[in-house]
């Protein structure tokens, strides 16, 4: 399991959504869904967490559920972002952060709360996150209501 949530993904071949299923006990199953940051936010992560759980309650109840469809699709959402900047959002913007941020940009000294290894983080790194360690014990617990 941890082999799959630590694999890289490839950008330019694909998937960038991977799903497996792994057998925890005989009648014990965990629903893996590994995706990419560049092709979900926030308001996709509550469909797709809806429609799995909409998915597994009508298979576990022996019925065929039809989802709907949505209202909107990305795609709908990305010709109209490109027509309203093509419009002359665009420039609007541009002049307005350029007139905000001026040219200098001085290089910020921010204080950190421990040192930084050198070169980049690795997956490793975030998937041992604290946050992250509390979000897998959440999810270690659930199954049983525990807490």
Known sequence: MLAET???????EGP???????KVEPQQHLLVVTLHHIISDGASMGVLGREFAALYAAFQA???LALPALTVQYADYAQWQRDWLAAGEMQRQL??????????HPLLELATDHPRREGR???KDAWTSPSIRR???A?????????
């Open 6 to 12: 630590h694999a890289l993904f490839d950008l330019a």
């Open 121 to 123: 983080a690795t997956a």
């Open 16 to 22: 960038l959504m991977r799903v497996k299923v792994f």
């Open 95 to 104: 002049d307005y952060w350029r007139a905000q941020l001026g040219t200098e």
């Open 139 to 147: 999810c270690a617990a659930w199954p049983s209501a525990a807490s």
């Open 135 to 137: 979000w897998r014990l």
């Open 62 to 64: 022996g019925e065929t």
